[in-house]
């Protein structure tokens, strides 16, 4: 079964530029979770989709940061106009419904450099 | 809120060895899931064992089980006869039923000496 697919694998790109990150989540999952690595600050919780609706968004860090997902099948997370210190690895993970411990599925990650 | 520590930033262990990787966590909460999740280098987060904490026997996948000490809300994953490939990075995380909030450790280093 295929898993989590994000795209693209790395990114590199100057600041002030447009950065937009793809995620098709597991199909028959409903539940789908943008998250941040950084070695300061660890794994960050972004924003969280359930049946294609965002239901938390209290970790995106600030406007620049906007998600959606237009189907069950796909997934964005775009960062506009993009700053250094939103270097970072970004994942997607999804999951069956939650309420029952399902464990969440994680991407490979988007490694993002922004000089 | 959940918190979750892995006090051991490092560890190593020999090849074929045995070894255990500690976390702790606190919650209030009555009814939740505990999950052990592996980062190799090529950084995907791959998971590696979950506890259901209203189960008392302790989960296992092949080489990798959990001493679940409800009361001492200690939860640590031992790994037997540690292979190369085991070498990762080891995330602690816990959620409370109903919720979608996974709550991660800082992470576990682990060196696998041959």
């Known amino acids: 079964d295929a898993g989590v697919i994000q795209s693209p694998r790395h990114e590199v790109t100057e600041m002030g530029q447009e950065v937009t990150l793809r995620c098709k989540p597991i199909s028959g999952h409903n539940s789908l979770f943008w998250y941040r690595q950084t070695m300061m600050r660890g794994l960050e919780l972004l924003i969280y989709?359930?049946?294609?609706?965002?239901?938390?968004d209290s970790g995106m860090p600030e406007d620049r940061f906007s998600a959606k997902m237009p189907n069950a099948s796909f997934s964005t997370l775009k960062i506009q106009p993009s700053e250094p210190r939103d270097s970072a690895v970004y994942f997607c993970?999804?999951?069956?419904?939650?309420?029952?411990?399902?464990?969440?599925?994680f991407g490979d990650g988007t490694r993002l450099s922004i000089l | 809120a959940q918190t979750v520590t892995q006090s051991q930033p490092e560890m190593s262990v020999q090849e074929a060895e045995t070894v255990t990787l500690s976390c702790t966590y606190d919650?209030?909460?009555?009814?939740?899931?505990l999950f052990w999740y592996k980062q190799p280098p090529s950084r995907q987060m791959i998971l590696v064992i979950r506890?259901?904490?209203?189960?008392?026997q302790n989960a296992t996948e092949n080489r990798f089980s959990v001493n679940f000490q409800k009361a001492a809300k200690s939860f640590s994953l031992k790994i037997s006869d540690s292979q190369l490939g085991d070498a990762a990075m080891y995330f602690c995380a816990s959620s409370r039923a109903g919720s979608y909030q996974l709550t991660f450790g800082k992470g576990t280093k682990l060196s696998v000496i041959p």
């Open positions: 993970a999804s999951s069956l419904p939650q309420g029952a411990g399902q464990p969440q599925h």
């Open positions: 919650t209030s909460e009555s009814d939740y899931y």
């Open positions: 506890q259901e904490a209203y189960k008392q």
């Open positions: 989709f359930n049946n294609n609706v965002p239901i938390d």
